[in-house]
């Protein structure tokens, strides 16, 4: 099907570059126009804490052809409102569909001293020369606020490159508001390998020129800190739209908006999901990467539905880590194999079923336990601790 009309696009990530890319491989032959607040082309961020502050000839952008693909591209361009029409900070654009991927910004903390963040190709750059070794007389002392994903995979590089880190975490482990504090736990034996001087359940006060205080009085020197405490949905800009917000765009199990024609993906939308029976909001590259499969159908006439498992891996001190389900509402955390060891599996179960699974090192549990979760199907738990049976064996007859 190729309905024309025209298609307004704003946010150019990864979400909104796939949605203007599938709905040209479906056929779409109306005008698309795609609006972008940074001034470059569409990239990718997960390279961007990983290989991206290692390597600098490595290239994440998503070479994006616009002229092939027939997308009017603004960059440098934010979206500012939405009425009738898209309004943005230089001018305003009718749509018959419009899709909002605008992402998510960093969390600031309070503190008059400087604060530097890892979401953009600007920032990633500016943090690679500082990390480069040969910069200064003596190893950089750099400060970073948050034990998640990001803080963990940013100690990695900044302590391969010499640089003297300090993490700084306010729950009682790293990862725990993503994977709670039993299983993140497992994880600081890594950051002392990595000589990363990781101080857990210590709050920050603010950030001050030289360093952080802390709550309780505390001081921690820096030369330079990077806040990693989160993201929140960059959709300031839809207030007063009348839009339903619900931690982000509210969309339906179709992407859609409380709007008719307006539809929402990737890190600035929560989603219904009917495998889960809840509304999620996942700051994952694999949703932004596979929603805008949805909206490009569904904007050329069809009912298509968002309802993976969700995916999404990180690669920290040396490990790949992947994670697959939602383990909200879980009733018990098994382990498959020595945490303390190189490779591990951690299953978590609800009614006699694997609903998430986190693996160390163990792609093939991981690739296993998405099937699996996908069928729904009941499990041996004892033959599931066992680290020689295949996930994919644990299935009770
Ligand atoms: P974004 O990538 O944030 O893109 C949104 C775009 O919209 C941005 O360019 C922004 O400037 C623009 N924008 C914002 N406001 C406006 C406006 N008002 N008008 C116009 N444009 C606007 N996920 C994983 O699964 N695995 C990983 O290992 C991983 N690593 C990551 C590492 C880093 C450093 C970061 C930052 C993220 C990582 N992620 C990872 C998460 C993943 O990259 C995101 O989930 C994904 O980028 C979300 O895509 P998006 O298009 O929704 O949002």
């Not at 003297?164 to 508001?177: F, H, N, S, Y």
């Not at 163990?362 to 041996?380: E, F, K, N, T, W």
Request: one cysteine or more; proline letters at 7%; glycine letters at 12%.
């Amino acid at each position: 099907m190729t309905e024309s009309g025209r298609v307004v696009v704003a946010g150019a990530g990864l979400a909104g570059f796939r949605t203007v890319e599938e709905l040209r491989e479906r056929g779409f032959a109306g005008p698309i126009t795609l609006v972008g607040a940074e001034p470059r082309p569409p990239y990718d961020r997960p390279p961007l804490s990983k290989k991206f502050l290692a390597e600098p000839g490595l290239d994440p952008s998503l070479k994006a052809d616009f002229a092939a693909l027939e997308v009017d591209f603004r960059p440098d361009e934010a979206a500012t409102g939405l009425g009738d029409e898209l309004i943005t900070s230089r001018g305003a654009y009718p749509f018959d569909h419009l899709v909002l991927a605008t992402g998510a910004v960093p969390v600031a903390l309070p503190g008059d001293g400087r604060q530097r963040f890892l979401r953009t190709y600007d920032d990633a750059l500016a943090l690679r020369d500082l990390l480069r070794p040969g910069q200064r007389r003596k190893p950089l002392r750099l400060a970073i606020v948050g034990a998640g994903w990001i803080g963990a995979e940013l100690a990695t590089a900044a302590a391969a490159h010499g640089s003297e880190v300090t993490v700084v975490e306010a729950g009682p482990a790293p990862l725990a508001a993503a994977i709670g504090a039993q299983l993140g736990a497992q994880t600081a034996r890594w950051y002392a390998a990595a000589g990363v001087d990781l101080r857990v359940a210590t709050a920050v006060e603010a950030v001050r020129p030289g360093g952080l205080d802390l709550a309780g009085g505390a001081r921690v020197e820096a030369d330079e800190v990077v806040t990693a405490v989160g993201v929140r949905p960059a959709i300031g800009w839809l207030e007063g739209s009348g839009l339903r917000i619900e931690n982000g765009v509210a969309v339906d199990a179709g992407l859609r908006t409380s709007r008719p024609r307006v539809f929402a993906a990737g890190d600035c939308a929560s989603f219904e999901s009917r495998r889960f029976g809840r509304r999620l909001r996942v700051e994952h590259w694999d949703v932004a990467l596979h929603q805008p499969e949805v909206i490009a159908a569904n904007v050329l006439g069809g009912d298509e539905v968002y309802d993976p498992v969700p995916y999404f891996w990180s690669e920290q001190f040396g490990r790949m880590v992947q994670y697959v389900g939602h383990h909200g509402g879980a009733e018990s955390l098994l382990w498959r194999g020595d945490p303390a060891g190189p490779t591990w599996s951690a299953c978590w179960l609800a009614a006699g079923r694997l609903v998430a699974i986190l693996t160390v090192d163990r792609p093939r549990d991981m690739l296993q336990g998405r099937r699996l979760i996908a069928s729904a199907a009941p499990v041996d738990a004892s033959r599931l601790t066992d680290p020689a049976i295949p996930v994919k064996e644990t299935v009770l007859a």
